[in-house]
């Protein structure tokens, strides 16, 4: 059985920072793909950032380029969002999601992945 718990959401001012993580476990983690989305009240869900478990290869949206940071600790079977400077924008649902596939397109589609956390809140004050 396929779990991914995500930790790490909380209560930030503009600015500031936290660090998600996502647990995984009930499946072959080294050979997937693993991804963070947002989904703020009212929008769809978007794709964050995404990680190719095997390889180490990833993936940041454009809305978030060069404040997160996906990596990843195989030993542990986790994936880490590192969310710097964060914005009132940034303030969503963060969900945790996998496939079991070494080749997603688009990598940032949430209905490519089929395996999926119970989220994280995230809240950014200005």
């Known amino acids: 059985q396929v779990q991914l718990v995500e930790s790490g959401g909380g209560s930030v001012q503009a600015g500031g920072s936290l660090r998600l993580s996502c647990a995984a476990s009930g499946y072959t983690y080294s050979s997937n793909c693993m991804g963070w989305f947002r989904q703020a009240s009212g929008k769809e869900r978007e794709g964050v950032a995404a990680?190719?478990?095997?390889?180490?290869?990833?993936y940041t949206a454009d809305s978030v380029k060069g404040r997160f940071t996906i990596s990843q600790d195989n030993a542990k079977n986790t994936v880490y969002l590192q969310m710097n400077s964060l914005r009132p924008e940034d303030t969503a649902m963060y969900y945790c999601a996998a496939v079991g596939a070494s080749a997603v397109v688009p990598v940032l589609d949430p209905y490519e992945y089929n395996y999926w956390g119970q989220g994280t809140q995230v809240t950014v004050s200005s």
């Open positions: 990680i190719y478990t095997g390889d180490g290869s990833t």
